[in-house]
């Protein structure tokens, strides 16, 4: 499966501190019931052996409400599972040497803070650029904020889709109107919901306004 703009919309990444009695497989699908449109699975505690068993069970999931299924820096396992693709940070494998591994028609998106970085991954084959954080998070307590001039700077350099990441909600989620971005990626925004299929059609409402007045504006 390929990267579309549109299938950046409202970008789910996965946090099993939020899942209660449920599975992740459980709440991932309330997610996508919600409207999310792409779903990333990030788990920095797990063990390798349950990890891939999660990541196949999401990859299935993804598959039948089609939206695409890409794994957080673990570019060894997106291949062993056939996930539509990866996400890295800057820290992480450079996007070249990923799109050497996971071959042409994976979908390859990569974090990036400055205008330079943003370049750089384009450069190397990213698909798609998540840049942040855009607000304070929790789930990041070390990474550093990125200002609206910064993210509407990147999204002018750029040729590839942008999502914001950090911090978003559905009440600052107006404040990103007319950076250029075209979806934002969220976690506590849909998971630390009690209702997570609600919090994400109410979620998606906001960044279709959000956009769509972002995309007037510019007009």
Known sequence: MKC??????????????????????????????????????????????????????????????????????DVDLALEVDADGVHVGQSDMEAGDVRKKLGPDKIIGVSARTVSQALLAQQHGADYLGVGAVFHTSSKADAAE?????????????????????????????????????????????????DVKKAARELKKAVEEMVAEGEEACR
């Open 4 to 73: 579309d703009k549109k299938n950046l919309l409202l970008y789910a990444v996965t946090d099993r501190s939020w899942l209660g009695d449920k599975t992740l497989a459980e709440q991932t699908e309330e997610a996508l019931k919600g409207g999310v449109t792409f779903v990333q699975i990030r788990e920095k505690e797990l063990d390798r052996e349950h990890f891939r068993e999660e990541a196949e069970e999401l990859k299935a999931l993804c598959a039948r409400y089609q939206v695409p299924f890409v794994i957080n820096d």
């Open 146 to 194: 990125v200002d609206f001039e910064t993210l509407k700077e990147i999204c002018k350099a750029v040729d590839i889709p942008v999502i914001a990441i950090g911090g978003i909600s559905e009440e600052n989620m107006g404040q990103l109107a007319g950076s250029g971005i075209c979806g934002v990626a969220v976690i506590s925004a849909i998971f630390a919901k009690p």
